[in-house]
């Protein structure tokens, strides 16, 4: 139970263009999923939470404009980073959680390895 | 603040020799202390939930405890297959449901 998949799990695309990366609660319903992205050797840093049929809230310094997400479902979230350029080549990872008594925690997605050329 | 620091950053262990991994936390009431496991280019995989002192969860060769401050992942007679990051993250009542990490600790047991 509690598995959590990310699609794609590598995306290479050109400087400018747009990516979407899906998240999606296989067997349960996640009121909130989180989109996490994380550099080599380092820990995961939050970028925004989302909860369904809402807007998602960012962290400070992260570009709302520029990384979109939407929580449409119960089961599926996606990010779409816009106009991507080199720097945002990254990994990036969603999790999870549930509604309800005994379901704080978070199941992670498998990551997506997104490359900017 | 909510903080969490994980020590040692970098564990060697030989196969079979048992230790622990450390994981300090400061955080303004606690609603859940929580162990992952991160393989190299995949996503954490849920260990343990901890969410009072004194409490201890165990799953094959791992054992997580919980004090007021602290938790510690202990690993007995670890085997190679074990290697991996191991990371620590609280929930707190302040912070809406995110999770705090820490840095992580890589773990590496060698045959």
């Known amino acids: 139970g509690a598995v959590v998949s990310q699609h794609p799990s590598r995306v290479i695309c050109k400087s400018g263009t747009s990516v979407k990366i899906e998240c999606r609660s296989l067997d349960f319903q996640a009121t909130t999923m989180f989109w996490y992205r994380q550099f080599p050797k380092q820990s995961l840093m939050l970028m925004a939470t989302?909860?369904?049929?809402?807007?998602?809230?960012?962290e400070q310094g992260v570009e709302k404009d520029k990384f979109l997400i939407n929580h449409a479902s119960l089961t599926l979230s996606t990010l779409t980073v816009t106009s991507a350029h080199p720097e945002d080549s990254s990994f990036y990872i969603c999790?999870?959680?549930?509604?309800?008594?005994?379901?704080?925690?978070?199941?992670f997605g498998p990551g997506t390895r997104l490359t900017v050329l | 603040e909510d903080q969490v620091t994980q020590s040692p950053e970098a564990l060697r262990l030989q196969e079979g020799e048992s230790s622990s991994l450390n994981c300090s936390y400061t955080?303004?009431?606690?609603?859940?202390l929580f162990w992952y496991r991160q393989d190299p280019g995949k996503g954490p995989e849920f260990l343990f939930t901890l969410y009072s002192a004194g409490e201890e969860k165990e799953k094959e060769r791992l054992k997580a405890t919980l004090t007021k401050k602290e938790s510690f992942l202990h690993i007995t007679a670890p085997k190679p297959e074990d290697s991996a990051t191991y990371l620590c993250a609280v929930r707190s009542s302040s912070n809406t449901g995110k999770l705090i990490f820490g840095q992580g600790t890589t773990l590496q047991v060698k045959p």
């Open positions: 989302s909860n369904e049929g809402s807007k998602a809230t960012y």
């Open positions: 999790s999870a959680r549930g509604g309800g008594r005994g379901t704080d925690t978070q199941y």
């Open positions: 955080v303004s009431g606690l609603r859940g």
